[in-house]
């Protein structure tokens, strides 16, 4: 069975930065795409960047700029850098790995922009 663990997020101070981490366990192949979504307190679930097998990357409006997404495919891992962070980033963060068959989401690490 194929799951995800992410790790980096915390709390952090207006203007900060956070990277954080995804990586699969287990047996999984032919990832298609890889991304981060989240989801605040109140509110629905939003895309905050996927990057497909190929190296396509595609970001949330209230992100551009500031956060960049990376794969690693030899160790089925992404990663999210996170810049310039504000209060309304604040959420939890839930990675997901989607292939021709499969389709896998993260337990979700908290993400807390506040001074």
């Known amino acids: 069975q194929v799951q995800l663990v992410e790790s980096g997020g915390g709390l952090v101070q207006p203007g900060g930065s956070l990277r954080l981490s995804c990586a699969a366990s287990?047996?999984?192949?032919?990832?298609?795409?890889m991304g981060w979504y989240r989801q605040a307190p109140g509110k629905e679930r939003e895309l905050v960047a996927v990057?497909?097998?190929?190296?396509?990357?595609n970001y949330g409006d209230s992100v551009k700029g500031r956060f960049t997404i990376s794969r690693d495919n030899a160790k089925n891992t992404v990663l999210l850098q996170m810049n310039s962070l504000k209060p309304e980033d604040t959420a939890v963060y839930y990675c997901?790995?989607?292939?021709?068959?499969?389709?896998?989401w993260g337990q979700g690490t908290l993400v807390t922009v506040s001074s």
């Open positions: 287990g047996r999984i192949f032919s990832i298609n795409t």
């Open positions: 990057i497909s097998s190929t190296g396509m990357r």
């Open positions: 997901r790995f989607r292939t021709d068959s499969l389709e896998v």
